[in-house]
């Protein structure tokens, strides 16, 4: 079974514009969830989707979105983009909502911004 | 809010011998997960182990074991006979037992090297 998709694995924009980033979960699962991954700050939690609705959200400005399809594919979208905003990005799947529903990562996207 | 510390920034450790990961954490909930992460050079997120917060004994897989105090808030990893293959950063992570809370709150990681 293949495992969580992440495209593209590199990306550089320049400040002020807008990115989007795509994740596929494994077949099945119906949880995403993305994070944040920077030298500084570490690992945060930007936020979930489950059954095409946002049902977590971390502490990011408005800036960062997402959204799940009908198939389960996440995107999301970092608009008006700043230096800070570079890091890995990472997405996780989760079959479902259960508790203890273990989470599967993707290898991320390393976003570059200039 | 519940927060993840590891206060070992980097660790080394000989090639066949064992070393131990400490993690700390603060919750006021008594039922949760926490989980033992690994983050090779292919920057992908693998699980190496995972503990319920409601078992008492301790988990183990293979050459990875924990050593979780619950009263205390520690959630160490020991690896056993360590191998080339384990050097990685290691993160460890906390989970809400609460159906629908899958949000990992991470420690900002400890980085492994194995010497030959």
């Known amino acids: 079974k293949a495992g969580v998709t992440q495209t593209p694995r590199y990306l550089i924009k320049t400040r002020g514009q807008q990115v989007t980033l795509s994740c596929s979960p494994i077949s099945g699962h119906r949880s995403v969830s993305w994070y944040q991954q920077t030298p500084g700050q570490g690992l945060q939690f930007l936020f979930e989707?489950?059954?095409?609705?946002?049902?977590n959200k971390g502490n990011f400005p408005g800036r960062f979105s997402g959204r799940q399809f009908s198939n389960s594919r996440s995107e999301m979208n970092v608009s008006t983009l700043e230096l800070g905003d570079s890091a890995l990005y990472l997405c996780?799947?989760?079959?479902?909502?259960?508790?203890?529903?273990?989470?599967?990562f993707g290898n991320g996207t390393r976003l570059t911004v200039t | 809010a519940q927060t993840v510390t590891q206060s070992q920034p980097e660790m080394s450790v000989q090639e066949a011998e064992t070393v131990t990961l400490s993690c700390t954490y603060d919750?006021?909930?008594?039922?949760?997960?926490l989980f033992w992460y690994k983050q090779p050079p292919s920057r992908q997120m693998i699980l190496v182990i995972r503990?319920?917060?409601?078992?008492?004994q301790n988990a183990t897989e293979n050459r990875f074991s924990v050593n979780f105090q619950k009263a205390a808030k520690s959630f160490s990893l020991k690896i056993s006979d360590s191998q080339l293959g384990d050097a990685a950063m290691y993160f460890c992570?906390?989970?809400?037992?609460?159906?629908?809370?899958?949000?990992?709150?991470f420690g900002q990681g400890t980085r492994l090297t194995i010497n030959p």
């Open positions: 992570a906390y989970r809400s037992a609460r159906t629908g809370a899958q949000k990992l709150v």
């Open positions: 989707y489950f059954s095409e609705t946002q049902r």
């Open positions: 996780a799947s989760s079959l479902d909502r259960s508790r203890g529903s273990p989470l599967h």
């Open positions: 919750t006021s909930e008594s039922d949760y997960y």
């Open positions: 503990q319920e917060a409601y078992k008492q």
